[in-house]
């Protein structure tokens, strides 16, 4: 196992709002808000600046539910939202990740070892009102793999935590206690890797399957295909982690370029 695709970014359930993709192929990654107030981190929905437009995170909404499991009465709005804190996750500045969600994810991306490839995918929606889908918008070759557990003595946690200092769950870990003491997949990538900068790689379909009376979205069979998906079925409407069998070079050659992107870079064209 070679590659593992994570959903990501700031969508309806916690920003209100998905990130734009302009007709130009350039495209906003807004991370999601943090889940709580307490953490190190410094970004904010005020502070996050759109790249391809004018205005930060915080004109994409009006409100926030920061915990819509478990708190769903909760919304911040108004001066609140500009100084709330983003999971800044993945950082590609940083090329850091980490991961709790246990629906594949954590079992997937620690079984991951260097070299291999971590794929970030998010929804993205056209201003003029196109239909959203999922798209590839980056990936990272990984460098380091650690788990923190919530059975692991305290040292034990803070010295893994310590070691990344820029992941988001490090930045909002408490005396070596994670979020909900829940095990935590902390990966640290390399070059090549980073956000693209323009034409992400769409992933979804989004259409009535045989037999089923509504519409909902899939992995397009291109994809499925080209990079040999062995685990996260084929039902996208809730950020499966899918676990692909193409090798890391396959991989990368595939989807071309992070940087000065152009619509021909990735070899398995938009559907």
């Known amino acids: 196992m070679t590659v593992v695709l994570a959903g990501v970014g700031a969508d309806s359930t916690n920003l209100g709002a998905l990130a734009p993709l302009y007709d130009d192929g350039r495209f906003e990654y807004v991370p999601i808000p943090e889940k709580a107030h307490a953490t190190d981190e410094t970004a904010t929905l005020g502070s996050w600046d759109l790249r391809a437009s004018e205005g930060t995170a915080a004109s994409l909404t009006n409100r926030i539910t920061p915990q819509p499991i478990g708190d769903a009465d909760r919304t911040v709005a108004g001066d609140e939202l500009e100084s709330w804190p983003f999971h800044h996750d993945p950082n590609f500045e940083a090329l ?135 685990a996260g079925g084929e039902n996208m409407m809730y950020k499966p982690a899918y676990r692909c069998a193409v090798s890391s070079d396959v991989f990368r050659q595939q989807v071309g370029r992070c940087r000065e992107r152009t619509a021909d870079d990735a070899v398995i064209e938009s559907a």
């Not at 079984?111 to 980056?138: C, M, N, S, T, W």
């Open 96 to 230: 850091t990740y980490g991961e709790h969600r246990t629906s594949g994810y954590v079992s997937r991306l620690r079984a991951l070892e260097p070299g291999d490839i971590v794929g970030f995918y998010a929804g993205l929606r056209r201003p003029d009102g196109d239909r959203a889908h999922r798209y590839l918008i980056g990936y990272m070759t990984v460098d380091r793999v650690d788990v923190v557990t919530p059975e692991m003595p305290q040292a034990e946690r803070e010295a893994i935590l310590k070691a990344h200092p820029e992941n988001a769950h490090t930045k909002r870990a408490s005396d070596g206690e994670c979020y909900l003491g829940k095990p935590v997949v902390l990966i640290d990538g390399r070059e090549p890797g980073g956000l693209f900068d323009r034409h992400p790689i769409q992933l979804s379909e989004y259409y009535v399957k045989s037999g089923n009376e509504r519409a909902q979205y899939y992995l397009r069979e291109a994809i499925a295909d080209a990079w040999d998906v062995r």
